[in-house]
């Protein structure tokens, strides 16, 4: 079983900043890709952006420019989070995709972590 652990959320400012962080343990033996998504209250989950094992990161267009995310090591990840405005509150979710040590496949979510730009 391979367990997200998030941290990194609050209330900030409109224009303030905010780094989330994202941790994988468990049954893992590789990592294809490590990412974020978010769910703005009364919306559907958007994806935010992801970083692959090669190390390629993309962003959804809303982020672009503002939102930095990095690897730490192998199995975890942050993202830094700038310029924020109230419409980027939400609840940010973490999620990996690779495979056990077994060789499957797996996916998994982290329990998500509350982000609230208001003044």
């Known amino acids: 079983q391979v367990r997200l652990a998030e941290s990194g959320g609050g209330l900030v400012q409109p224009g303030g900043s905010l780094r989330l962080s994202c941790a994988a343990s468990?049954?893992?033996?590789?990592?294809?890709?490590m990412g974020w998504s978010r769910q703005p209250p009364g919306k559907q989950r958007e994806w935010v952006a992801t970083?692959?094992?090669?190390?390629?990161i993309t962003y959804a267009d809303s982020v672009k420019g503002r939102f930095m995310l990095s690897r730490d090591n192998a199995k975890k990840v942050s993202l830094q989070m700038n310029s924020l405005t109230p419409e980027d509150t939400a609840v940010y979710y973490c999620?990996?995709?690779?495979?056990?040590?077994?060789?499957?496949?797996?996916?998994?979510w982290g329990q998500g972590t509350q982000v609230t730009v208001s003044s």
């Open positions: 970083i692959s094992s090669g190390g390629r």
């Open positions: 468990g049954n893992i033996f590789s990592i294809d890709a």
């Open positions: 999620q990996t995709v690779g495979r056990n040590e077994l060789g499957s496949q797996f996916e998994a």
